[in-house]
Nanobody, 121 residues
C-alpha cells in the first residue's frame, strides 16, 4: 500500500524560506511522478512542482522561487520554498502516480494529508 506523509510546514515571514518533505512508503519515488500541489481556502488545488527520474517541472508562476529535489536513499521528495510571499499560504500536498498530464490533480491516485504553510507579511 502506498502512503505519503508531508512535513515541514509552519509559519514563516515573507521573504523567508521553508523546506517541505514528503516521505513515501510502498513506492520507489524515483520511478513515478511525485508532485507538490497546494490549496488555499476557497480556491482549487493548484499544481506546484513535479519530479520523475531526471524530469522536473514547475508551475510557471513559481519558477525561480521553488525547487523540488529527491533523495532516493531516503525515498523522500523535498520542496524548497524561497522568497515566500503571503499568497503562498496554503495547505501543501504531495501526490504520486502516473498522471497525464502531471499537473492535473485529478489524475493522481495517492495523496498525503498535507502540511500547512502560512506566510505572514
Amino acid at each position: 500500500q502506498v502512503q505519503l506523509a508531508e512535513s515541514g510546514g509552519g509559519l514563516v515571514q515573507a521573504g523567508g524560506s521553508l523546506r517541505l518533505s514528503c516521505v513515501a512508503s510502498g513506492r520507489t519515488v524515483s520511478h513515478y511522478y511525485v508532485s507538490w500541489f497546494r490549496q488555499a481556502p476557497g480556491k482549487e488545488r493548484e499544481f506546484v512542482a513535479a519530479i520523475r527520474g531526471t524530469n522536473i517541472h514547475y508551475a510557471d508562476s513559481l519558477k525561480g522561487r521553488f525547487s523540488v529535489s529527491r533523495d532516493n536513499v531516503q525515498n523522500m521528495v523535498y520542496l524548497q520554498m524561497d522568497s515566500v510571499k503571503p499568497e503562498d499560504t496554503a495547505l501543501y500536498y504531495c501526490a504520486t502516480g502516473t498522471p497525464v498530464p502531471y499537473s492535473e490533480p485529478r489524475k493522481y491516485v495517492y495523496w498525503g494529508q498535507g502540511t500547512q504553510v502560512t506566510v505572514s507579511s
